[in-house]
């Protein structure tokens, strides 16, 4: 039976930011989803998180921000990945973005971005369309 | 308040009234399946005064201004003078946020309150490598004293008090304010306001961090004693619940781990050798108000009947003026939707209404774009007047504790009470609370809290407009406030120019023998004053205490 293993995430915090309520929440959600889930905890640095998600050879990194340094820490973990070689792993983002920011982040190369008030069933219902085992 | 006669008939009267209920529910069944709180509270149909069997008066209500306090700590509440209006504002440089102060005092605020960015929360200076990005964006960027300087220009800070947000490196900004305040020729000994200063809740729930628990308390405990004997009119902490409450915590467990909290400081302080009547009086708390009125109201005033009673019974207090709660409230941040952005106001505007029915000394209404940026001059204004029409049109600042002898209210506030005193044994029993955050056990408990709400709104168990009843799809634009790119780089430079023209030979002792004092026992606040004065950066002062007492690191349970 060729049965696919289970989709790794790493949940991220970058950054000084310390509201966490969002980043648990998905933990959790995607834990009861199935996924194995592997979170940073607070105040990780895009270097930290990188170096975290090759480690731990994960599938996808949802990073969390609501203090307003996405500009610079979202699209520079995207940059280290491509430098370490991981371009594979998929990167989405959740938190408080200016609604013009959201076209930049994309084009930087961060998947999905999902906005406060978005159902936990579609953010997992997203990842499960988006995102494959990587080996 | 009530005989027994008089009990038994309510109660027969009461029990046919039910069946009539029930009949009629009958034919038009009830709204919903079940009827609760925010927090999850089951709520009656009915309260009558059969709710408040065991309730004495005297005893356990009271008067304003006396024991235990549960309508309110001074005799004459907003009669006498109303709450302080204090805006927590903060954005970009020193000087942008000296302007937004300035506004707002012209607008009527009564009392300034400080938003500081992350690297100044977290004890980071803004050329630091973890500061990246992060400048200006969430508050505003303080490195030395010379900022400090200019954020406070002009403002009568000897006549107005201030409040600043900021939590490990609490001791450093608040000794910036004194050596201001000096260099102004304004005495420590006038000088009012509040710095946060309150590491507990930063571990549960706000999460900024610095060094480890014990060391933490060290600081927060010379801050205490030093404000005691040469900051008389400053309170030098907040012991906040609002941070809790945002992280997802009911409303009990807001009440319960921020009185707990008290506790472990009052502790602290006793164990320093400090006679309790000396400090308590300057202890000051913060809360946040929810969207759910009543269950607000409630927890408000028995936070002040709990209060009241830890600091007599518990801690044997003689002065009246320490077993009182006063406190500050924030309406929810958590509670505002970045959907149809407008209703934003009157959630605010009832959640303030709750928080001056609870008998607040000082209130923060947020404003209708905070769910999106900082706040632009326009949504501010609205805010702060959101509180001025409550305060002087409305009519509620009339009569002290109007809602004071409701059925439910005093029901609500008798069972909110109960709850939080058997939290609080359990973290008694489980050693006090540094103890109980070194398990996790409140992180854990509201994170579970916050996890069971979200569903809660996912499966539309609760109702929130805009995000999943009556959503429109269609965004109303609102103005946004933007932060320049250049800041950052501008602020490194003008810290560079503040660093290259002070005395570095200066600096050096200070922190020198700030790290000595440090690894003994004497009072750190003297030392971190000399320091500041003579320009050393805030992160130079917190690196000194990283370094001797060690860097606290987020455990990432969830």
Not at chain 1, 16 to 39: K, M, N, P, S, T
Not at chain 1, 76 to 89: F, P, Q, S
Not at chain 2, 113 to 119: K, Q, R, W, Y
Not at chain 2, 296 to 322: L, Y
Request: glycine share 8%; hydrophobic share 40%; aromatic share 8%.
């Amino acid at each position: 039976m060729n049965k696919k293993r289970r989709l790794r995430v790493l949940v991220a915090k970058p950054g000084l930011d310390g509201h966490d309520r969002g980043a648990r929440i998905i933990a959790r959600a995607y834990r009861d989803a199935g996924f194995e889930v592997v979170y940073t905890g607070l105040h990780q640095t895009p270097e930290e998180i990188v170096q975290a998600a090759i480690q731990e050879d994960v599938d996808m990194i949802g990073l969390s921000s609501l203090a307003g340094a996405h500009m610079y820490l979202f699209p520079r973990v995207v940059e280290l990945l491509k430098e370490r070689g991981a371009h594979d792993i998929v990167v989405c983002g959740g938190g408080i973005f200016p609604e013009e920011d959201i076209p930049k982040l994309k084009k930087a190369g961060i998947k999905e971005i999902f906005t406060p008030g978005t159902p936990l069933t579609e953010v997992v219902a997203w990842v499960e369309q988006n995102v494959e085992a990587r080996r | 308040m009530f005989n027994k006669k008089e009990l038994e008939e309510i109660a027969a009267d009461n029990k046919r009234w039910q069946r009539i209920f029930k009949e009629s529910v009958s034919k038009t069944p009830e709204r919903l399946k079940r009827f609760s709180t925010v927090s999850g509270r089951p709520i009656q149909n009915l309260y009558t005064p059969l709710d408040l069997r065991d309730l004495d008066y005297s005893k356990d209500i009271g008067l304003p201004g006396q024991y235990p306090f549960t309508r309110g700590v001074q005799p004459s509440m907003y009669r006498g003078r109303l709450w302080t209006m204090r805006m927590f504002a903060g954005l970009g440089s020193a000087r942008d946020t000296n302007k937004r102060f300035h506004l707002l005092v012209n607008e009527g605020q009564t009392g300034l309150s400080t938003a500081f960015d992350m690297p100044t929360l977290m004890g980071y200076d803004t050329d630091s490598p973890r500061s990246r990005g992060e400048c200006g964006r969430c508050g505003v960027a303080i490195d030395t004293l010379k900022d400090m300087e200019i954020l406070f220009e002009g403002l009568p800070i000897d006549r107005i008090t201030t409040s600043m947000t900021i939590n490990p490196p609490a001791a450093v900004l608040w000794a910036m304010y004194i050596a201001m305040a000096e260099k102004r020729g304004i005495s420590r000994k006038v000088i009012g306001g509040t710095i946060q200063n309150d590491m507990l809740k930063e571990f549960i729930a706000q999460k900024t961090f610095m060094c480890p628990p014990e060391p933490s308390m060290r600081l927060i405990t010379d801050t205490i004693e030093f404000g005691t004997n040469e900051v008389p009119r400053w309170n030098p902490i907040s012991i906040s619940g609002y941070h809790i409450r945002e992280a997802g915590s009911t409303a009990v467990q807001e009440l319960a781990f921020t009185l707990a909290d008290g506790i472990a400081y009052v502790e602290a302080a006793l164990k320093r050798g400090m006679d309790v009547d000396s400090f308590a009086p300057r202890l000051s708390f913060f809360f946040n108000s929810h969207l759910d009125f009543f269950e607000e109201i409630a927890k408000f005033r028995a936070a002040r009947r709990i209060w009241a009673k830890i600091m007599k019974k518990r801690f044997k207090a003689q002065d009246p003026r320490s077993l009182w709660l006063r406190f500050h409230t924030q309406t929810a941040g958590c509670s505002l939707t970045a959907q149809q952005p407008y209703n934003n106001i009157i959630r605010t505007t009832l959640e303030a209404l709750a928080a001056v029915l609870g008998g607040t000394q000082s209130l923060h209404t947020n404003s209708l774009d905070e769910v999106l940026a900082l706040p632009t001059e326009e949504a501010a204004t609205i805010a702060l007047r959101t509180q001025q029409i409550i305060a002087e049109e409305v009519g509620i600042a009339n009569t002290i504790d109007p809602l004071g002898g409701s059925y439910f209210l005093e029901r609500l506030t008798n069972d909110m009470e109960e709850e939080a005193f058997a939290y609080i044994t359990k973290i008694d029993e489980m050693g006090g609370m540094v103890a109980a955050i070194e398990k996790n056990y409140p992180q854990l408990e509201i994170a579970d809290a916050a996890y069971q709400y979200q569903k809660q709104i996912d499966e539309k168990e609760k109702s929130v407009i805009g995000v999943n009843k009556y959503v429109t799809g269609e965004e109303l634009p609102v103005e946004i406030l933007q932060i320049e790119e250049e800041l950052e780089r501008n602020q490194i430079e003008w810290t560079n120019e503040v660093k290259s023209s002070r005395n570095n030979s200066k600096v050096k002792a200070a922190l020198q023998r700030l790290g000595e004092a440090a690894q003994g026992d004497d009072n750190l606040m003297y030392p971190i004053v000399d320091a500041v004065k003579a320009y050393a950066t805030e992160q130079e002062i917190c690196d000194v205490f990283r370094t001797v007492f060690g860097v606290y690191r987020d455990p990432g349970v969830y």
